[in-house]
């Protein structure tokens, strides 16, 4: 039988999609931002789904669909934005968001969870609780995990990449159990060898900026894992043929703007061409828009073909330029750096939103600040065997 899930903090579905892969029965996601529950109901419609601030969800809401010994496991992956390091100015703030780990040991309380799995940032382990305070916020969260009885638990530091994600992408997580006895673990790594940006693109043919033209049939080029991301059946997902590519559409660019593409290296960023063109050079590029007035570290960074991409993150649309082509990123690549299968929708209006209402997020957003699948799928497998010594042990 399935071992039972609530994801908190769901956001568009990546580690439900990871954990269903290993058979898991997500029951119940709770998420704030309308578009990521439109894509989540939408690639997940088994799960019930509801669209709130989790401290207003109650246990009236979710004991309808809570097994009678309780639910198996809880994960958390809380907002990181408070905690980022990644020239985020909000790391200075000090607000409610930083607390809400708070939420995922309420809702593994009300639902009598045998384990937790929150994730987030690395950088989470040394923010304070507030300006000058010594007290960490990782220390509060154990504090008060234990006063739950939650007294079991451990830390990891996780990379992506050790699990056949195409992607450089370091991750914090704690792993919690009230059961005392239990040794508690992590995945251990499931490939020997990084799977290169050329593998996750495989089979996705070139699309034309500003030709408004969409892709949707796949080349004869082949790899391993291109053919896992077209594969439905590892997902345990029943979408129909895995023939037709999806939201593999291309960007617009200004001229100026596919000047600068062209001027990248694989390896190349804008800050690269700042330090070589200076002076009148640097001005002249910069009087006709191919070089901004301001430089940004962490934008057009142009992808190495035989390399893991670098963090795929919300502003990936701005960050990473094609390896081969002179063009961002489409929906559906950025996806196979996520390693989201092929076959996933992503629902809630057009590729890209305005930043006016926070409750939306555009499709890269979301692809973003989600969970790799595959990185949820080895803790799926790690998470079965705990749980069934957990159930043998009572």
């Known amino acids: 039988m399935a071992f039972t899930h609530i994801d908190c903090f769901s956001g568009p ?33 088994t799960v019930h789904v509801i669209h709130s601030d989790i401290r207003n969800v109650t246990a009236e809401q979710l004991s309808p669909y809570i097994p009678q010994g309780g639910i198996d496991l809880v994960t958390s992956g809380m907002p990181c934005e408070t905690f980022s390091t990644a020239g985020n100015t909000s790391r200075s703030f000090y607000d409610d968001r930083q607390f809400l780990f ?10 009598n969870a045998k384990m937790i799995l929150f994730e987030n940032v690395p950088a989470i382990t040394t923010k304070t609780v507030e300006k000058n305070s010594k007290k960490l916020i990782v220390d509060m969260l154990k504090d008060e995990l234990e006063e739950s009885g939650y007294t079991n638990y451990k830390e990891f530091i996780l990379n992506a990449v050790d699990y056949g994600v195409p992607q450089r992408r370091n991750r914090f997580f704690i792993l919690a159990t009230k059961d005392k ?20 693109l495989c089979g996705l043919p070139n699309v034309v900026p500003n030709s408004d033209t969409e892709k949707k049939s796949y080349t004869r080029a082949k790899s391993d894992y291109a053919q ?167």
């Open 228 to 394: 896992l991301m077209r594969d439905n059946e590892f997902w345990r997902i029943n979408a129909g043929t895995a023939d037709r590519l999806t939201y593999h559409m291309p960007m617009r660019h200004r001229a100026c703007t596919l000047e600068r593409f062209s001027l990248l290296k694989q390896g190349e960023s804008l800050k690269d061409l700042f330090e070589r063109y200076v002076g009148t050079e640097r001005e002249k590029l910069q009087e006709r828009r191919v070089l901004p007035k301001k430089m940004f570290i962490k934008r057009n960074y142009r992808l190495k073909s035989n390399e893991p991409s670098p963090t795929v993150t919300s502003h990936c649309l701005d960050e990473f330029v094609h390896p081969k082509y002179d063009r961002a990123l489409t929906v559906r690549e950025c996806a196979r750096l996520q390693s989201f299968p092929d076959c996933y929708n992503f629902s809630g209006g057009p590729y890209l939103v305005p930043h006016v209402d926070r409750e939306i997020q555009d499709k890269y957003e979301q692809i973003g600040d989600a969970v790799p699948p595959l990185l949820a799928y080895a803790w799926g497998t790690e998470l079965n065997k705990l749980l069934a010594e957990y159930n043998n042990e009572k």
């Open 13 to 45: 579905g990546g580690i439900c999609t990871g954990l269903h892969a290993a058979g898991f029965d997500t029951k119940v996601a709770i998420e704030y931002i309308k578009s990521c529950v439109d894509t989540y109901a939408a690639n997940h419609p």
């Open 102 to 111: 708070r939420e995922g040991i309420r809702i593994a309380r009300i639902t």
């Open 181 to 200: 006895n239990l040794t508690l673990s992590y995945p251990k790594a499931t490939c020997d060898k990084a799977v290169t940006v050329k593998d996750a």
